[in-house]
């Protein structure tokens, strides 16, 4: 790989050796991210104002060298590992957040954290709903490139649905600025929609206006039990059915939940252990609430083998705790987990999970699941013991079938991670050749010398060749 040295010299003279740094510990902790995959970076540049972002991308330009957006690294895919070395762009620098009270308008820098815009927001009577569980640590600029989702995602949307405009920086350096802060914005080509998602390929933002909703007044958490998965799933269908929109559906079947109370050292509904459950929030107003209450009572009542309503604040906290608790205890079925973020269509869930219960029978491995219900998206964590080669084997195996199943039932290989590294061996199960020319193509459009994040998406990476680095996140098993 090219060290870029002379690019690197001409860099800090440019932007002064405290914002391009390159001792160890700097290029060490910016060459991995959540994946664990690790390649060390010629420089790390920590930009303290947008216009030094031009001029890095600039000079990149002329010297072939690689730039990789970076904002906390939480990405599990291997989006920001800088594949082929070069800069690492890491934007945790320009983390401004404003709030427009009056217009319901966030004006928030890409390093700004999400759980603070939400806290920025909340002060002001606002709400900003999408909320990843890694929300108290990743940046809003990894969000917009990751069009990350949440927990809230059925009833509210993503985070493409609340971005009204971006500004930031095309790959040969021109500052550009996709819509204004208007709510509507018909003036050209949607560039704005290309940029979110496209994992810090097409363009570097630098700044958002997101769009907030009015906070709700109330919550109320239900605790629902199942005799099955599969009567789980049936029971939520016909909940939305019934034109209940839940702000969170949270699903965990038996594996899950009995990892979640033996984590506890109790049984959430006594008599029922391991039943699979789906944990209901409803928010609105006071009103609202009054007339979605008694519709999810008389669902709970025709179609769950138990439930448990919270009372207050401190109940639902206690409710909650089978969720939180879930995806950390499942390291009790092996070390290692692929934690896959598929989706499937409402229509198909019952076919999806008789299908993974004969997934688990074949591979002999454990797969405990959740997910956001009300969008299909499930987490499928295929857990396996690393030193355990046979274990190995079914764990890929098991993650090929599993893709092939969800594009052959209309879902989808990723509902809100993304590509990065980890799911390009899949992509061509999602798209067809056409498809992905006509995505390189814009790539190739707006990135002509390929310099924004190469290696990610397209270039087929064998993640289960690489070794990965030994380290502990504070965000672990969040
Ligand atoms: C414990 C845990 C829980 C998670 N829960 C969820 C969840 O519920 N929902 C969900 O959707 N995801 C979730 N994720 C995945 C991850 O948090 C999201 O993808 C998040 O959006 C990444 O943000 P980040 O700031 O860490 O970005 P990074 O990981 O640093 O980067 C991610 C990608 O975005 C690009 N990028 C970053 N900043 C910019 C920028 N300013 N301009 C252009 N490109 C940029 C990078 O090049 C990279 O391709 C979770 C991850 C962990 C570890």
């Not at 933002?205 to 907030?212: E, Y």
């Amino acid at each position: 790989m090219k060290d870029f040295a002379h690019a690197t010299l001409l860099l800090r003279r440019k932007l002064g050796a405290k914002v391009v740094l390159t001792d160890a510990a700097a290029l060490e902790a910016a060459s991995y991210d959540s994946s664990r995959i690790a390649v060390r970076p010629a420089a790390v540049v920590r930009p303290v104002k947008r216009e030094q972002i031009g001029v890095l991308l600039k000079l990149a330009n002329e010297h072939g060298v690689p730039v990789t957006p970076r904002g906390r690294g939480t990405t599990l895919m291997g989006s920001a590992v800088p594949l082929h070395g070069g800069w690492v762009l890491d934007l945790l620098g320009l983390d401004k957040i404003g709030v427009d009270a009056e217009a319901g308008l966030a004006h928030v820098q890409a390093g700004a954290k999400v759980g603070d815009v939400q806290k920025a927001a909340a002060a002001a009577g606002w709400f900003y709903p999408p909320d990843p569980s890694s929300k108290d640590y990743s940046t809003i600029g990894g969000n917009v490139a990751c069009n990350a989702g949440g927990m809230h995602g059925g009833k509210y949307g993503v985070t493409r649905d609340f971005v009204v405009a971006l500004k930031g920086y095309l790959p040969t350096g021109e500052f550009v600025e996709w819509g204004t802060a208007t709510r509507k914005f018909a003036a050209g080509f949607n560039l704005r929609d290309l940029w979110i998602g496209s994992e810090g390929m097409l363009g570097v933002v630098t700044d958002a206006v997101l769009r907030l909703i009015p906070a709700p007044a109330a919550r109320w958490t239900l605790l629902t039990s199942f005799a099955d998965e599969v009567s789980a799933f049936r029971a939520a269908r016909a909940l939305f059915a019934a034109r209940v929109q839940p702000a969170i559906c949270e699903f965990l079947d038996r594996a899950s939940v009995t990892c979640a109370e033996s984590a506890m050292k109790t049984t959430i509904f006594p008599g029922q252990p391991g039943r699979p459950v789906i944990l209901l929030e409803l928010a609105g107003s006071e009103a609202e609430l009054k007339d979605a209450k008694k519709a999810v009572l008389a669902w709970a009542e025709a179609n769950a083998a138990g439930h448990r309503a919270a009372k207050n604040r401190d109940e639902a906290e206690a409710l909650w705790a089978v969720r939180r608790k879930c995806s950390g205890a499942m390291f009790q079925m092996g070390d290692a987990k692929l934690n896959e973020d598929i989706t499937v269509p409402l229509g198909a869930y019952e076919e999806f999970a008789v299908w993974l219960e004969k997934l688990r029978a074949s591979s002999k491995l454990a797969i405990p699941t959740f997910g956001h219900l009300a969008d299909g998206n499930l987490h499928v964590n295929i857990m396996y013991h690393k030193a355990v080669p046979a274990e190995c084997r079914a764990a890929e195996k098991a993650v090929l079938a599993l893709m092939k199943k969800v594009v052959s039932l209309g879902g989808a290989i990723s509902g809100e991670h993304g590509i990065g590294l980890a799911k390009t061996p899949f992509l061509r199960l999602q798209h067809s050749e056409a498809q992905i020319g006509a995505m390189k193509a814009v790539k190739q459009a707006l990135d002509p010398k390929g310099i924004l994040n190469p290696g990610k998406m397209f270039e087929v990476f064998e993640v289960w060749k690489q070794p990965r680095v030994t380290v502990s996140f504070p965000w672990d098993h969040k």
